[in-house]
């Protein structure tokens, strides 16, 4: 088992910055690549950033890119998305996944096998 605490959602106006992280319990960390996802009212839950367990290239959905980056910092067993130039459209909820590396679809919801609880993100207009 693995354990997904987030935090650091909040209230941004837009063209601000917010920094989520996502702090891992339980089996080794390092084990598992990492994503992140959103879901806004109404919608499916969606893709949103993506690293493997070596914390080697970041991969991102067309929406955020060049505006987000994600990292992580295995001897913390944390990984963080830091999401520059907020729009009201990146409003959702936030959450952090697992999965294994083995698992070749990172941009999938079905491929990650532990969640996170979400954390709420606002932007304002």
């Known amino acids: 088992q693995v354990r997904l605490v987030e935090s650091g959602g909040g209230l941004v106006q837009a063209g601000g910055s917010l920094r989520l992280s996502c702090a891992a319990s339980?089996?080794?960390?390092?084990?598992?690549?990492m994503g992140w996802f959103r879901q806004a009212p109404g919608k499916e839950r969606e893709f949103v950033a993506f690293i493997n367990w070596n914390a080697g290239n970041g991969y991102y959905a067309n929406s955020v890119k060049g505006r987000f980056g994600i990292s992580r910092d295995n001897a913390k067993n944390t990984v963080y998305l830091q999401m520059n130039s907020r729009k009201p459209e990146d409003t959702a909820v936030y959450y952090c996944?697992?999965?294994?590396?083995?698992?070749?679809?990172?941009?999938?919801?079905?491929?990650?096998?532990?969640w996170g609880q979400g954390t709420q993100v606002t932007v304002s207009s």
């Open positions: 339980g089996r080794t960390f390092s084990n598992y690549a």
């Open positions: 996944a697992a999965k294994e590396d083995s698992k070749p679809y990172y941009q999938l919801v079905s491929q990650y096998a532990y």
